[in-house]
């Protein structure tokens, strides 16, 4: 909050102040407990709403019988089958479409000449609704994990190839004149000027990337998965069960949120120098 | 004397849309020389400097330093940008060492320490570029200049962005550097009276084409006091020859009074 004026005391003007966020409320609400409010408020309204007999809760159940629902799930095992068996998926598809979006954005940033070559075809297929992929990469990978994991893979891919090149063509020309005067070689202006540069968009490019990879993980596991989360979603709806319709939902929301805190938290490290918004706090 | 230190031949610039931004400049500054720059906006100036930086290529004549053509960034010459120029993701300390990759880790702390403190900011290493002021992020950039111990500085408007206190102290720490090692030092400048502080010789350039205007020595010895008389008489001396110079051109826009 204060930058304090003695150049000693490093790393305190970035400090994040506990409060910030929570100015004029009573502090056990503070943070995070804000946010809760509203879904606690409704997941309480409808329990008493189906206890007291209100509602029936049959096409929409009480959350007290989603969360036996969960419950049994993980009781049985079964729900760490079929959240390792999705995340396995979204991480190796994920993994494949970063290093393809990485490599090919920064082909078509650092050359024009690629960028002219490559971008309009990589835009067009961009273009194309990504699910209607799904039957072509079914006759040629097959129905099992293959064709799955490059569903997710050309949904990754996107948003990093765009990111990446985007940020490289960015790239201020004053910063890299700095790099020139300091008669830096190649690699050298690669690794100390331009990829600390493009670092912020890059993370950007990837957490964009690793939400696209859980709404196609969705898409994918709906093509005949005998598990994973969105298996259960197509067991629930072919059987009636609501209840572990939304048990999945909820799971898919606690998995994305989790991965993208993750991969936030990784990076924040690397990113503590940025003059933001954020860091001013 | 020994060999000029920095030699401009006939100089010509035309950017690659027609701009003519130099012409036929001939310059040479003796080791150890201070020359300042002065001129209207768009006359050449930064371009003159990125081209003794190896940052641009010339179109006409030759360029030199110490003696070897310039083809490209010299390591014995550092430059100092209109703007500080620093890397957001380093803090203070890397910046100033970013030329110094090559040494031992200990000898590149010592050296940066003692170069901030040249510049008035011991204990400011671990700040981020972001955590300082307009004036302290050019004192880091001049050190990060300076470091090296380039034998030619070029400085473009470095002081420019600051308010005059600050200036005239930067001004007496650029002087006192220059008296520790006496490297060649080039600087750009809008400020007559900078110009009259710092330099041995003052160079009037005027614009469309850039060119030379006129040549001026300063006779004032130093250390210069602002205030002394011989300074008032060398400062009106020096905005006759800019007078001359430069109001006497049809057409052309004369040295901007804002910066007299
Ligand atoms: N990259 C460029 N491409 C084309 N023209 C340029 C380029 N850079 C500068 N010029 C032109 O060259 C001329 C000289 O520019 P320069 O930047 O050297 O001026 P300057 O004397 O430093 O001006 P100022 O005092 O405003 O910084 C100007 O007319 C400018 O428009
Ligand atoms: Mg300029």
Redesign the pocket.
Known sequence: MTTLDHPDETGLAGAASRDAGARGLPGWLSGVGVGLVLPVALAAGWELAVASGLAGGRLMPPPSRIFATLVDLSGSGELARHITATVWRVLVGFAIGVVAGTAAGALAGYSAIVRRLVDPTLQGLRAIPSIAWVPLFILWLGIFEESKIALIAVGVFFPVYLGVMAAIASVDRKIVEVGRVFRLSGPALVRRILLPAILPSYVVALRSGLGLGWMFVVAAEFMGASEGLGYLLVDGQQLGKPDQIVAAILVFAVLGKLTDALLAAATAPFLRWQDTVETAR | MSAAAVTIAALGKT???G?R?LDAVSLTLAPGEIVAVV?G????????LRVLAGLDRASDGRVSVGGTPVEGPHPAVGIVF?EPRLLPWLNVADNVGFGLVTLPPAERRARVAETLSRVGLVGYGRRWPRELSGGQAQRVAIARALVTRPSVLLLD?PFSALDAFTRADLQDHLLDLWAESRPTLLL?T?DIEEALVLADRVVVLKPRP?RIAALHDVAVPRPRDRVSPEFEVEKRALLATLGRSLARTPGEEAFPAAAI
């Open positions: 950017y690659p849309n701009t931004a001129g906006s768009g006359c050449g100036k930064s371009t003159l209109q408007e750009v809008h850039g």
